[in-house]
């Protein structure tokens, strides 16, 4: 399975992003294979509406199967929840961390978005 | 003649020039409160409430049973207004500009456009000005439609002020599209001239003829008089920094019958705006 971490960086040493929609990148990291690569969030970064939508768009494309993140509003996660992506909040400091949190099982699935939208 | 009040910066007194104006003006004249997310040109107006009648914009409703997920629609939809991920089209219906693409690209014919309400719109009559108000509902974003249903009430011969939000998005340009003059009001400050600054680029990007009121002249400093003067803008109006409008203000009375020595300022900023539109009346 992908897993999907919001970051600054591009590494596992990076920092994790505690915006999903805002994110400047995602690490989709393949748990089978142990591999990562990165995913831009320029589109996300540059709605004046709308990040979160498209920034889930963009990670379902990507075919992940879980979403880490500090924070996810509630259209993004409405976009996840339907492309049947899991959401899991998380405050560690860095993607190795959050990675390490989530093999442990440290981690709870998100049933509904944690933070308010901006919009309507 | 259509003329629209504007600002950069909230609290300029928009509204008071707009209804000080609409009541000075000498004939009847039609008054459009296009501040859709505050109205309140009625509480210095007054009259008696009109009919509220809804406005309603066309949103997509996707028949589940006809759509196979092709993704067109959310390809088309620049504001991710209809996204596919699953096997059907998620519709956000505050992110939706009305624009009925979705409908026409739909290569299934899945997708029919629906009502959804933003708001309603009332016309009152208060002495000499009919005034039409928009007013949005709570937790609606889509604000320039409602501006477009007020300025449907527009009549053809009586004159036209519509009263802006502030700012310079996208419910100003809905308001200031199509008017022959702009009134730009601002204060003496550096905030006044900042968003002033702001609200000049707006009309000339617009290509609109302006001119500036200054209101509470004798508060803060000269440099909005200073810039206009480098710009070449006109000043049309100061009102003066006078504790009895503030007074008059502050108990929702219009300047021109509280203070009616301002009346004259009002009826000569209605001729300079009648001299730059050129018309009689």
């Given amino acids: 399975m992908n897993i999907v971490f919001s970051t600054s960086g591009d590494s596992l040493d990076a920092p994790l992003d505690a915006r999903f929609g805002r994110a400047p990148k995602f690490l989709l990291y393949d748990l089978e294979a142990g591999l ?83 919009h309507a | 003649m259509k003329v629209a009040i504007a600002s950069g910066k909230g609290g300029t007194g928009k509204t008071t020039v707009a209804v000080n104006l609409a009541r000075a003006w000498g004939v009847p004249v039609q008054l459009l409160d296009c501040d859709v997310e505050e109205p309140n040109a009625h509480l210095f107006l007054g009259g008696e409430p009109g009919n509220e009648v809804p406005v309603f914009i066309k949103i997509p409703s996707v028949d589940e049973a006809l759509c196979d997920a092709c993704g067109e629609c959310g390809r088309f939809c620049e504001f991710h207004a209809i996204v596919v991920v699953g096997k059907a089209p998620l519709v956000f219906p505050g992110m939706c500009h009305a624009c009925g693409g979705c409908a026409k690209v739909c290569p299934r014919g899945a997708i029919r456009e629906v009502d959804e309400r933003i708001g309603v719109v009332e016309t009152r009559k208060a002495g000499t000005v009919s005034l039409t108000l928009g007013r949005l509902d709570v937790g609606v974003s889509m604000a320039p439609p409602l501006v477009h249903a007020v300025r449907k009430q527009i009549r053809e011969g009586s004159p036209v002020i519509l009263d802006a939000p502030a700012g310079t998005s996208c419910t100003v340009v809905a308001t200031l599209r199509e008017t022959d003059f702009v009134v730009l009001v601002t204060e003496p400050t550096p905030f006044g001239l900042h968003d002033l600054t702001l609200a000049v680029d707006l009309v000339r990007e617009l290509r609109l003829p302006f001119g500036v009121v200054v209101n509470r002249v004798g508060v803060g400093d000269d440099r909005v008089h200073a810039w206009c003067r480098k710009e070449g803008i006109e000043i049309l109006l100061e009102i003066p920094d006078d504790r009895r409008i503030a007074e008059g203000y502050a108990r929702g009375r219009l300047l021109v019958d509280a203070l009616p020595e301002y009346a004259g300022l009002f009826r000569s900023l209605a001729g300079s705006i009648r001299a730059r539109v050129g018309v009689a009346a």
């Fill in chain 1, 36 to 118: 990562a690569r990165l995913i831009d969030n320029k589109e996300g970064r540059a709605a004046s509406q709308g990040a979160g939508i498209q920034a889930a768009e963009s990670v379902a494309r990507a075919g992940a199967g879980a979403v880490v993140t500090g924070h996810c509003g509630p259209k993004a996660f409405a976009v996840l929840r339907t492309a049947g992506i899991k959401v899991y909040s998380c405050r560690a400091a860095t993607v190795g961390e959050a990675l390490a949190q989530y093999r442990s099982g440290a981690l709870v699935e998100q049933t509904e978005a944690d933070v308010a939208g901006h």
